[in-house]
């Protein structure tokens, strides 16, 4: 029983910046990685932004420079500081999380509901 939960998107301007943030909770013994893909519309969905337990990050080309990945002190939490936002970052966002429960032996991807942000031109 794990869920992720994903807060933060909406509407803004070209140039403008957006916080995610996304929390994981239930039965989680060890969260190897957390982190976020997008999918626009007629498009496939593809990684933005990831963290690993030990802090090792990884960028889509598109976002590098823009974009910042980053986990909370509370180890279940995972943010994405989104900063000169172009109309092609239009995307439903999706928080995911490679997560071993109590009972599991290894680590499964598990899936929040996404948020939508759009930006306008």
């Known amino acids: 029983q794990v869920q992720l939960v994903e807060s933060g998107g909406g509407l803004v301007q070209t140039g403008g910046s957006l916080r995610l943030s996304c929390a994981a909770s239930?039965?989680?013994?060890?969260?190897?990685?957390m982190g976020w893909y997008r999918q626009a519309p007629g498009k496939q969905r593809d990684l933005v932004a990831t963290i690993t337990d030990n802090g090792s990050t990884k960028y889509a080309d598109s976002v590098k420079g823009r974009f910042t990945v980053s986990r909370g002190n509370a180890k279940n939490t995972v943010y994405l500081q989104m900063d000169s936002l172009k109309p092609e970052d239009t995307a439903v966002y999706y928080c995911t999380a490679n997560i071993e429960s109590y009972s599991d032996y290894e680590g499964h991807d598990y899936w929040g509901q996404g948020t939508q942000v759009t930006v306008s031109s």
């Open positions: 239930g039965t989680i013994s060890i969260i190897y990685a």
